[in-house]
């Protein structure tokens, strides 16, 4: 049972590009949540979804970041005209159906803007 | 209210003796408490977690104690390792919730 795989692992943008970082859940999961780490920071969450479903964006900036999980394929966080301060390690992690919060993480995207 | 406070912020532990790191939290709701490790450059990996309704779980090495009515709970390392050598996060959630982190500390395991 492969884990959660996140792509790319390291993505390098300019300032003012977009940024799509994508996160697909281990088999079974239906749970997605999004959570940013500065570096010798811990994480903070970003946004929980479920498939077709926002549930909790409060830790999601206003601006420029969306995140969605269509009904097929992978969970994307998008990031819309960089900025320095958006270069972080961005981590996805699932959790089962059953709804409880045993949230396994992926590799993570390292995102550095240029 | 939601915040996980956690300490202490590094620590140092000759091989074979206890690591032990402490974190509190304020919200009652609260119901399951995981403890992270994370290596550079990878991700957060989950290494043990309980529930409210019991004051200890112990996992090999690892062991968690858990103190409701202080709202406190600790992760211990017995016969610690330089493989041991991580950052570590405790954390806290209520049902599927999100995952509310401590800020996490850096565990250093020299031979």
């Known amino acids: 049972n492969a884990g959660v795989m996140q792509n790319p692992r390291h993505l390098v943008r300019r300032r003012g590009q977009e940024a799509r970082l994508r996160c697909s859940p281990m088999?079974?999961?239906?749970?997605v949540y999004w959570y940013r780490q500065l570096p010798e920071e811990g994480l903070k969450f970003m946004v929980y979804?479920?498939?077709?479903?926002?549930?909790?964006e409060s830790g999601m900036p206003k601006e420029r970041f969306s995140a969605e999980f269509p009904k097929e394929g992978p969970s994307i966080l998008r990031i819309q005209q960089v900025v320095r301060g958006d270069s972080a390690a961005y981590f996805c992690?699932?959790?089962?159906?059953?709804?409880?919060?045993?949230?396994?993480f992926g590799q993570g995207t390292r995102l550095t803007v240029v | 209210q939601q915040q996980v406070k956690q300490s202490p912020q590094s620590l140092i532990v000759q091989k074979g003796g206890i690591s032990i790191i402490n974190c509190a939290y304020e919200?009652?709701?609260?119901?399951?408490f995981p403890w992270y490790q994370q290596f550079p450059g990878k991700g957060p990996a989950l290494l043990i977690a309980?529930?409210?309704?019991?004051s200890e779980k112990k996992e090999g090495r690892f062991t968690i104690s858990f103190n409701k009515s202080a709202k406190q709970f600790s992760l211990h390392i017995m016969d610690s390792q330089p493989g041991d050598s991580a950052t570590y996060f405790c954390?806290?959630?209520?049902?599927?919730?999100?995952?509310?982190f401590g800020t996490g500390t850096r565990l250093q395991v020299f031979p």
């Open positions: 992690a699932s959790s089962p159906q059953t709804g409880r919060t045993e949230a396994f």
């Open positions: 919200n009652t709701a609260f119901d399951y």
């Open positions: 088999k079974g999961h239906s749970h």
């Open positions: 979804l479920q498939k077709e479903n926002i549930i909790d």
């Open positions: 309980i529930r409210p309704d019991v």
């Open positions: 954390a806290a959630s209520k049902g599927t919730d999100k995952l509310i």
